[in-house]
């Protein structure tokens, strides 16, 4: 099996130097299928970043060579966030600037190079292709992830993990009550919290293929179906509740004339008691799922909650409220810290994206962060406006980036920004085909 995965990574840096876009496909069954992204070889560990740098050179070569014309709206939105979180580092002495500089580097190759790339090489030639492959992998994973649940098992990531020296800790969430059959489920993904992310993204991807006027319908209905109660045996409540609210913001556009009924549903949920028995040993976290609703918890199943996050925001502010309220301790400084010293006595794991932005770099870094993610609403929107069928492939984008934005806003990036992007840019290039039909010009 690792000789597989060896196999896989070398095809993907030899094919990136003759066929980029060959070198891409392989490179998302690699992402989403393999729980390490850096393999040794001998004394050296080589990870996808290598590759992602690679991959983007040979991309830029490419475009120099062919005169391709780089639309500077697509990647506006990120040179912005690189460029002002490097501002950050330059007038920073909170962490030593050759450590924020390690930081940066590393969050803009793992997370940025690749889905602008995948931008330029999802074309009306490889975008049938690039549709099966993203099947194939959520056939997989979500598969994989019922048979987690069920079995209490997970081989494959064990051994994958183990041969690389890492540990995994498929142990201590097949004790936790919150959900399963045998505990929290995490399919091929190195924690339950990077599933559910990924989870959340590929359901947006299938609701961009159904249609009720077409065949296919049930099928992606199915696997809708499937990774919703995929998101439920993950136990990552926010997760599940970052999924029902983009879903909600979904029906609501769709449905208006059914708004009324929505709003009789959630005034029911607010000031009734609501029976959860029948969920057995999951009782508890049925529980605290309808507390974070009702924003008022009562259960007694840990992990995160309204209360703690409240009085983690405050410690956050209390971090940095004297010197550093502005521009923080530093980029990177909480994975820094998480690194080095393990949990913080009051932040534990920094599980939010606020606290992170706020500890590391200040105000001025949530509002980068802010600007960036607000900037994806308005893209989407430019590129899609004036097109067939627009609405309701913003409305799906929307509610990808909505539920996309409350799940890092309660369980932090958790390593999750690479695939976020990757699955924004792909889902937006299948809404142009479906909206553009035979008009796939807009690119050189």
């Known amino acids: 099996m690792i000789e597989i995965v060896y196999l896989v990574f070398i095809s993907m840096v030899i094919s990136a130097i003759f066929n980029l876009k060959l070198s891409i496909k392989i490179t998302l069954f690699f992402i989403f299928l393999v729980p390490v992204l850096q393999l040794p070889f001998g004394n050296i560990f080589i990870g996808v970043n290598i590759y992602f740098l690679l991959v983007f050179t040979i991309f830029i070569v490419n475009a120099i060579n062919r005169k391709i014309i780089i639309e500077m709206y697509i990647i506006i939105p990120y040179i912005f966030f690189t460029i002002l979180m490097l501002f950050t580092v330059i007038i920073n002495d909170g962490l030593p600037k050759y450590l924020q500089l390690y930081y940066l580097r590393i969050d803009v190759m793992s997370s940025f190079l690749l889905p602008l790339v995948l931008w330029y090489y999802t074309d009306n030639s490889s975008i049938v292709y690039i549709k099966k492959i993203m099947i194939i992998i959520i056939i997989v994973m979500s598969i994989y992830s019922l048979y987690n649940s069920i079995t209490g098992l997970n081989d494959y990531v064990d051994y994958i993990l183990n041969y690389f020296g890492r540990v995994n800790n498929y142990e201590i969430y097949q004790k936790s009550i919150r959900s399963g059959f045998f505990g929290r489920a995490q399919s091929t993904m190195s924690h339950p919290m990077a599933w559910s992310a990924v989870i959340n993204m590929f359901v947006y991807f299938c609701l961009i293929f159904y249609n009720k006027n077409q065949k296919s319908k049930y099928f992606f209905l199915f696997f809708i179906i499937l ?109 820094d810290y998480y690194t080095n010293i393990g949990d913080h006595p009051l932040l534990v794991g920094f599980e939010s994206l606020v606290f992170v932005a706020l500890i590391d770099t200040g105000v001025f870094g949530l509002i980068i962060w802010s600007v960036f993610l607000l900037s994806l609403f308005y893209l989407h929107r430019m590129m899609l406006k004036n097109k067939q069928n627009s609405p309701k492939y913003i409305y799906i984008l929307d509610a990808f980036l909505i539920s996309y934005i409350t799940l890092v806003i309660g369980t932090g990036l958790i390593r999750t920004l690479l695939y976020f992007n990757v699955m924004y840019i792909l889902i937006l290039q299948f809404a142009i085909y479906f909206t553009s039909k035979n008009e796939l010009n807009y690119k050189s």
């Open 227 to 335: 990774l919703i109660l995929d998101s439920f045996l993950s136990g990552v409540r926010t997760g599940l509740i970052a999924l029902l609210v983009g879903l909600s913001y979904l029906m609501f556009r769709k449905y208006k004339s059914k708004i009324i009924f929505v709003a009789f549903i959630l005034i029911f949920i607010s000031n009734f008691n609501i029976d959860t028995s029948f969920l057995g040993k999951y009782q508890q976290y049925g529980d605290s799922i309808i507390d974070i609703l009702q924003l008022a918890p009562k259960s007694t199943i840990g992990g995160s909650s309204l209360d703690v996050r409240e009085k983690q925001l405050d410690a956050a502010i209390g971090m940095v409220a004297n010197q550093d309220i502005l521009f923080g301790k530093g980029y990177g400084w909480s994975v």
